[in-house]
């Protein structure tokens, strides 16, 4: 076996740009350390056969359940990265993980996977010293091409009670093909797992994004929801009325100009973001997010994403202190917007790296039960000392 040498990392990360998968999983070995761990996470450029990588890395870690994703791409040790993946271990003194495969998404059964998600939670609580899940949040990783985040979220968030929720739908690096979650020594398509965890430490699930509404709307006048598609918008094609209320010609519509210029909606009084994923046929848009005829979207504009990243990691540490860890979920339109502005992607990797942020970009985010975009989410962990 291979020896660690690593420096001791409270909550042990890893990184690896290996050629394979057995050598990177070798790689995250000699970050992550032999320490015992209630569960691996890893998430993963396209690069590699993540079946390969996961069973890798339980191989290092059978005693660990091991979960991850594929991505749009990674955040590691040196922020955003394009290739590899990036890994992290929760110390088993410090974490308790329960998990479950949700398979079949694009077919499931809102009121079965509601009983098991109260049946789950029941046992984990059950399974706490305490009896009771105050310091616990749950993390749910889905099929990014699945088109049905929202029907998951509907089954789970609401038997999870006091337990906060965040996530992020798996990508592969906007090939929009094939994306896959791992999960008990398999990499499943069409799936998604729930992830719930107990901890002693401080921690807080946050989210945050960097656009405002505007006084300009635009309602949906044909769409089909099934496959999230709108066709007509302000009853013109969709692709020339998006593009005139943004300035520009339909045919310079492409993934930057969707991520600069992304609509939200409003719901429970709140503003989020719904993305554009790319036209559709001669005159659709495929959105991410379910859409419906009828539905009012407003226009964005976009605040300075430093600022707001900057004033998110102030929030956190007035809450919990420096963070050992934060699990990041960030959508891709974000790290597309920022290819547009170098100096500010710069900054952006190097806030993530001054935070601990391990994660990926992802095809959608979850957060409590919304599925949203163009937003970061995750949970950022402190850390208390066995003798504090």
Known sequence: MLDNKAKKQKIPKGNSKA????????????????EPFSAIFFFTSGAYDIAALGDALEAFYPDALVFGCTSAGVIGENGY????????????????????????????????????TKSLVTEFRNSLPQKNTDQSFGLVLIDGLSLVEETVLNALYPELGDIPLFGGSAGDDLKFKETLIYYN??????????????????????????????????????????????????????????ARLIGVKPED?????????????????????????????????????????GLVLTLAKGQDIVTNLETTFDDIEKTIGKPELIIGCDCIFRKLELEQAPQKKAQVSQLLVDHNVYGFNTYGEQFAGMHVNQTFTGVAIGWRDADD
């Open 19 to 34: 050629r394979t998968a057995p050598r990177a999983a070798g790689e995250l070995f000699i970050g992550l350390g032999n």
């Open 81 to 116: 990265q394009n290739d590899g993946v990036c890994a992290f271990g929760l110390p088993e003194d410090h974490f308790m993980v329960e998990g479950a495969l949700i398979p079949d998404v694009s077919t499931i059964d809102i009121s079965d996977w509601s009983v098991r």
């Open 185 to 242: 020594g398999q990499a499943h398509h069409d799936a998604a797992t729930l992830v719930l965890v107990h901890t002693d430490c401080p921690f807080k699930v946050f989210r945050t994004q960097h656009f405002l509404e505007t006084e300009r709307k635009m309602v949906i006048t044909e769409a089909d929801p099934a496959s999230r598609i709108v066709r007509e918008i302000n009853a013109a094609p969709a692709t020339e009325e998006y």
């Open 253 to 293: 519509l492409n993934p930057e100009q969707f991520a600069a210029h992304p609509v939200m909606v409003r719901v429970a009084g709140s503003y989020y973001v719904r993305s554009i994923q790319r036209p559709e046929g001669e005159d659709g848009l495929r959105f991410f997010c379910a859409i419906d005829e």
